[in-house]
């Protein structure tokens, strides 16, 4: 009997062990993944951040330097402000990765993009009043037909960067971590839907209008400080979107282990 009540403390005792392992297991768990949480959101903030950031930084740039190329602006704001703001969060996950070596390449990318994007804008010149002048458009649906060409415009802008920057970030990433090959393709899907309103944004802050209540397009550019404010939650919300979607390649980043 004694032998019986002897084991029966040993189980309970076992038991409660038990519970208090799976309580402080679940408990580290569920601060993992708060952590984690965390972690997305401050980088999706960064890159909203970024990209206002980016356009505030071009346009400086473009004032300061009036007579420079304007691919080369674009590529030194998008490198100094977006690239700066996610490589603070990024060395969080790889503390080897450099910042000069995130910033630059995010710059580099810009800059080839920015050179793509511009022959995607002469396309566009060449090909939009063609697509316009043909017969089959009544003139009632020109402005129609225009806004579309120019959504195609904004989406191949948003590729052409997209193809750039994921290249080259994928060209630094690959040396710190073995989980790099899902971030060129959710990078090249952030900038395909956050980076058209990133650059509509960009229009936008230039002043940039379009009117297609008129029988004819009219474009017109109107630089005041509303346009700006439009322009940088246009790239607020462009940013925001490319953070949410890289950040399901960024869950998977971890820092690659070298050999001794």
């Excluded at 004694?2 to 005792?13: A, D, E, M, T």
């Excluded at 903030?45 to 740039?61: C, K």
């Amino acid at each position: 009997m004694g032998q019986c009540c002897g084991l029966s403390k040993l189980l309970n005792c076992c038991y409660r062990c038990v519970q208090v392992l799976a309580i402080k297991v679940n408990y580290r768990q569920s601060e993992a993944k708060a952590m984690q949480m965390t972690y997305l959101r401050l980088w999706v903030v960064a890159n909203g951040l970024g990209f206002m950031l980016s356009l505030l930084l071009i346009f400086v740039l473009g004032f300061v330097r009036p007579s420079g190329s304007g691919l080369s602006t674009t590529g030194w704001g998008l490198g100094l402000a977006l690239g700066g703001m996610q490589v603070l969060v990024l060395r969080q996950r790889l503390p080897q990765l450099k910042i000069w070596h995130w910033m630059v390449a995010t710059g580099l990318g810009a800059y080839v993009g920015s050179i793509l994007a511009a022959l995607n804008n002469l396309l566009f010149i060449i090909v939009g009043p063609w697509i316009l002048s043909l017969k089959f458009v009544p003139p009632s649906a020109e402005p129609m037909v225009f806004v579309l060409v120019l959504g195609i415009l904004f989406v191949g802008n948003g590729i052409s960067n997209g193809v750039s920057v994921g290249i080259a970030q994928v060209l630094v990433l690959r040396r710190h971590t073995p989980n790099w090959r899902l971030w060129w393709t959710m990078g090249l899907l952030g900038f395909t839907l956050g980076g058209t309103l990133v650059f509509y944004g960009a229009l936008s802050a230039a002043g940039l209008s379009l009117d297609i209540s008129m029988p004819a397009v009219d474009l017109s550019l109107d630089i005041s400080w509303a346009s700006m404010i439009r322009g940088l939650c246009f790239a607020a919300v462009g940013g925001v979107i490319y953070g949410s979607i890289t950040a399901i390649a960024l869950k998977s980043l971890r820092p690659r282990q070298h050999g001794l």
